[in-house]
């Protein structure tokens, strides 16, 4: 059993910037992909950034390239998603999920998942 925990959310102005993070309880930390997801209010959870066990290969929603970053540190049991140049559209639930694979991304299975974390994004 993966538990997850984010923490980071919060409100900030169009331009600014967050980091999210997720710690996981769980002592094979290092062989669970991870990913970011998000849910608006009124809209279906979407995938916003994945990462491999190892850290090497990461994956991005075409509406966060080049503004999020998705990275791990498996000695802390933690990944994080720092997110830059902040738009409204990015006001969401953030939630933490681990797939029990190498291989990370938008297609994979996710068996686990956070509570979530609010960002709101004023304009």
């Known amino acids: 059993q993966v538990q997850l925990v984010e923490s980071g959310g919060g409100l900030v102005q169009a331009g600014g910037s967050l980091r999210l993070s997720c710690a996981a309880s769980?002592?094979?930390?290092?062989?669970?992909?991870m990913g970011w997801f998000r849910q608006a209010a009124g809209k279906e959870r979407e995938f916003v950034a994945g990462i491999s066990s190892s850290g090497g290969s990461t994956y991005y929603a075409d509406s966060v390239k080049g503004r999020f970053t998705i990275s791990r540190d498996n000695a802390k049991n933690t990944v994080y998603l720092q997110m830059n140049s902040l738009k409204a559209e990015d006001t969401a639930v953030y939630y933490c999920a681990a797939s029990p694979g190498l291989v990370g991304g938008s297609r994979v299975p996710y068996d686990y998942w956070g509570q979530g974390t609010q960002v709101t994004v004023s304009s």
């Open positions: 769980v002592r094979t930390f290092g062989r669970y992909a």
